[in-house]
T-cell receptor, first 112, second 115 residues
Framework: DQQVKQNSPSLSVQEGRISILNCDYT??????FLWYKKYPAEGPTFLIS?????DKNEDGRFTVFLNKSAKHLSLHIVPSQPGDSAVYFC???????????FGKGITLSVRP | DADVTQTPRNRITKTGKRIMLECSQT?????MYWYRQDPGLGLRLIYY???????NKGEISDGYSVSRQAQAKFSLSLESAIPNQTALYFC??????????????FGPGTRLTVL
């Protein structure tokens, strides 16, 4: 049973516009959530995280929103840039410093 | 220099062969992980180790084994490779002292093809 779901396999947006990447989870015990970005031929790199005690965390152009009642989180990228084109993985864990469960990833393409 | 290195970066082998993938890190982290990535399936955890004496199975450990030779080294073995083990393999590390979310740092990956 997939506990972290990224139901849309791909997203294409225009440069300068907002990218919204969605993630749903089924395990109500998850309390930490992370986003990773992965370029071809490279390993995933950490982007941003949020704990369940918050509903928003912002870092520059990247903001993660958490809706615990809906078991849903989203990553907003504003403004989107061509260099943001990559695969984005959502991940979650039960408790601090616990192992991560990853979603399948979503491929973001930002058109110039 | 990269903090997490993996060797080899690419490997083609035949069914039934024994293969070892190696991972080294200079980050001083206690925790190390092995994942595989398949198209449409995301990252799946094979094995993880929270310190040198600790080894744990992940969600897809069948057909794999690991060895934690030192804090800095964690190797993954395929005792008898089969074609459905063709995938991209990633090693990762993390530091439990950082608190909060278990931010993991990934190596560049090993692309393994089993013919």
């Amino acid at each position: 049973d997939q506990q972290v779901k990224q139901n849309s396999p791909s997203l294409s947006v225009q440069e300068g516009r907002i990218s919204i990447l969605n993630c749903d989870y089924t395990n109500s015990m998850f309390d930490y959530f992370l986003w990773y970005k992965k370029y071809p031929a490279e390993g995933p790199t950490f982007l941003i995280s949020i704990s369940s005690i918050k509903d928003k965390n912002e870092d520059g152009r990247f903001t993660v929103f958490l809706n615990k009642s809906a078991k849903h989180l989203s990553l907003h990228i504003v403004p989107s840039q061509p260099g943001d084109s990559a695969v984005y993985f959502c991940a979650a864990s039960e408790g601090a410093n616990s192992k991560l469960t990853f979603g399948k990833g979503i491929t973001l393409s930002v058109r110039p | 220099d990269a903090d997490v290195t993996q060797t080899p970066r690419n490997r083609i082998t035949k069914t039934g062969k024994r293969i070892m993938l190696e991972c080294s890190q200079t980050k001083g982290h206690d925790r190390m992980y092995w994942y595989r990535q398949d198209p449409g399936l995301g990252l799946r955890l094979i094995y993880y180790s929270f310190d040198v004496k600790d080894i744990n199975k992940g969600e897809i450990s069948d057909g794999y084994s690991v060895s934690r030779q030192a804090q800095a080294k964690f190797s993954l073995s395929l005792e008898s490779a089969i074609p459905n083990q063709t995938a991209l393999y990633f090693c990762a590390t993390s530091d439990p002292r950082s608190g909060g979310a278990d931010t993991q740092y990934f190596g560049p990956g090993t692309r393994l093809t089993v013919l």
